[in-house]
């Protein structure tokens, strides 16, 4: 008798304001292929009734519109992030009522710290997957505490130093976790190791529209998380992919970039479509693809990680590459039809990045190794 495969998929951030469910998702539902659980990013609020909180306000829903995440198959949604408390508490209540009520698992927000710290669980013959999730962005507003709604985090520090004899020139950057704040992040790891049978951490991270670019943060925060007890990691919030590492024979995906992220224009905010556009080109030094996808060029490649557990024979990484297009709908790409400047792309960064994976097709997806 064979043994049974457990198979995971994630996702990168998703969210569904503006678009409609079913056409934003016609190029991956259904297309994925079977999974026993798939986790995705739900990066926004979804609510009727929003709280003016000071952070964007732009980044609001109809609770209806999650329906998208069944549409896509997901089972567990990750919430910690910079924008889930856009519309204050009503904002995340609301969608984690949502979420709740159609028996999709959630972690990383909650109506308390405890409770944004629990463990998402799903068990699946006989296997328990476990996945935890963490804000490592900001803003303080939206962080959760014992007695109000909000994300669990991991508190990183900004230092800028001048360290060379220029005043008023450009300073290094330098970033890392504080020390209550890593141990916290360690604690849970190791807890929830003990509960189930494969771990997956997320972690909202990175710079934003900085292809390549990791900030020193996140290589020693991500594998903190691997010593801890984690089987896999996965990073979200840049906006664009990031590299793959293998770290102790387990899989870090620095960034999945985006999955389902249609661009809305708030008019007060926003201005006409090209003032817009000429904003962000200026803000972060790119020509966004098109008005309805205002993402740097690089953000057409993206992907979603796979894990195949096999019982007493270890972690197997993979990948399936995605291409999106100019309406931002992600299309599952086969290796003959995209599928190849998905992987050198992956690999280009990797390698730049100076992270330390191999790449090798199998099939239409991508196996991810130790380096040889």
């Not at 998208?68 to 995340?92: F, K, M, Q, S, V």
Request: proline share 6%; glycine share 10%.
């Amino acid at each position: 008798m064979s043994k049974r495969t457990t198979t995971i998929l994630a996702t990168g951030d998703i969210t569904f304001r503006g678009a409609d469910p079913e056409t934003i998702t016609a190029g991956v539902a259904g297309k994925l292929g079977a999974a026993d659980a798939t986790i995705g990013h739900v990066e926004t609020p979804y609510t009727l009734h929003p709280q003016r909180t000071g952070v964007n306000q732009s980044q609001v829903a109809d609770p209806a519109l999650l329906r998208g995440l069944e549409l896509c198959g997901i089972d567990i949604a990750t919430l910690a992030g910079n924008h889930i408390w856009d519309a204050g508490e009503p904002g995340l209540v609301d969608t984690i009522d949502w979420l709740d009520a159609h028996g999709i698992a959630r972690t990383g927000a909650g109506r308390t710290l405890d409770d944004a710290r629990r463990m998402a669980l799903v068990e699946r013959s006989g296997v328990k997957i476990g996945v935890l999730s963490y804000n490592c962005t900001g803003p303080r507003d939206g962080w959760a505490t014992s007695n109000k709604p909000g994300t669990a985090y991991v508190h990183v520090i900004t230092h800028y130093d001048l360290d060379h004899d220029c005043p008023g020139g450009a300073p290094s950057v330098y970033t890392f976790p504080t020390y209550p704040s890593l141990a916290a992040f360690e604690a849970d790891v190791r807890a929830a190791r003990g509960a189930c049978d494969i771990l997956v951490v997320a972690l909202h991270k990175g710079i934003l529209h900085r292809p390549i670019v990791l900030a020193d943060y996140e290589v020693p925060l991500s594998r903190a998380a691997i010593d801890a007890g984690a089987d896999v990691v996965v990073g979200h919030h840049a906006h664009v992919l990031r590299g793959i590492e293998m770290y102790r024979g387990k899989p870090i995906y620095h960034g999945l970039g985006n999955f389902i992220l249609p661009s809305t224009r708030n008019a007060k905010a926003d201005g006409h479509p090209q003032d817009f556009m000429a904003r962000r080109t200026r803000l972060y030094d790119f020509e966004p693809i098109s008005d309805a996808y205002r993402f740097h060029p690089d953000a057409r490649f993206s992907l979603v990680a796979k894990i195949e557990v096999e019982a007493g024979a270890g972690l197997r990484a993979k990948f399936i590459p995605l291409l999106i297009d100019e309406m931002a709908v992600p299309h599952v790409v086969s290796r003959d039809a995209g599928g190849e400047e998905v992987f050198a792309y992956v690999r280009h960064i990797s390698k730049a990045a100076g992270l330390s994976a191999d790449f090798a097709w199998d099939g239409d997806e991508v196996v991810v190794s130790p380096a040889g």
